[in-house]
């Protein structure tokens, strides 16, 4: 069945630290991949998806490429900053059906 | 725009009790999902509907566990009776059809304590 494997965490960072947090999957046909984000006491919001090959989602400063070769959706940020602390957690959505298959989720600790 | 909404936020509740938990959708949207959170296990998906009817409830756990969706604006999650090992973070989300790149919109959840 489909899985998604992230990167263990947690991940310590100073700020304006480069980010990468390694998401890797396994899927029949061709997923959709996501990145969502949890605060804390919060549910999961959407941050970037991608929906076919090399396509590259961003926002807020965070980009992932989907590759279809390394079957791989890595989470990238150039300069990350204090509200950026969180869970993140890498998303699959498979082609027939619109459920998400979620990553262990990763949390981030960024200090000042 | 109200995101979705659940409710109550947290419960704390003896071993044995029933407990409902309570989600209202993004108006408009057809897909509700309920999820549960914890540490052990991550989030996992317990069960779906779409347009009110249930699609796969293959997450459920057991039989103590049971999910309605009367109306497209309101669907409860039941426990009866409740054990300990239900503690967790229950979440709901909703979605605007079944495409593959649609999101999922996340409720703040229902931390439940079942003590």
């Known amino acids: 069945g489909d899985s998604v494997t992230q990167m263990e965490g947690p991940v310590t960072l100073s700020e304006e630290a480069f980010l990468t947090i390694n998401c890797t999957y396994t899927?029949?046909?061709?997923?959709?991949l996501f990145w969502y984000v949890q605060y804390p006491g919060e549910g999961l919001q959407l941050l970037l998806k991608a929906t076919k090959a090399d396509d590259k989602g961003s926002n807020k400063g965070f980009e992932a490429t989907y590759r279809k070769e390394t079957t791989s959706f890595h989470l990238e940020k150039g300069s990350v900053q204090v509200s950026d602390s969180a869970v993140y957690f890498c998303a699959l959505s498979g082609p027939m059906n619109g459920k998400l298959t979620f990553g262990q989720g990763t949390i981030l600790t960024v200090h000042p | 725009d109200a995101g979705v909404i659940q409710s109550p936020r947290h419960e704390v509740t003896e071993m044995g009790q029933e407990v409902t938990l309570r989600c209202k959708p993004i108006s408009g949207h057809d897909y509700l999902f309920w999820y549960r959170q914890t540490m052990m296990r991550g989030l996992e998906l317990l069960i779906y509907f779409n347009n009110n009817v249930p699609i796969d409830d293959s997450g459920m756990p057991e039989d103590r566990f049971s999910a309605k969706m009367p109306n497209a604006s309101f669907s409860t999650l039941k426990i009866q009776p409740s054990e300990p090992r239900d503690s967790a973070v229950y979440f709901c989300?909703?979605?605007?059809?079944?495409?593959?790149?649609?999101?999922?919109?996340f409720g703040d959840g229902t931390r439940l304590s079942i003590l």
């Open positions: 899927a029949t046909g061709y997923p959709s």
């Open positions: 989300a909703s979605s605007l059809g079944q495409g593959i790149a649609q999101p999922q919109h």
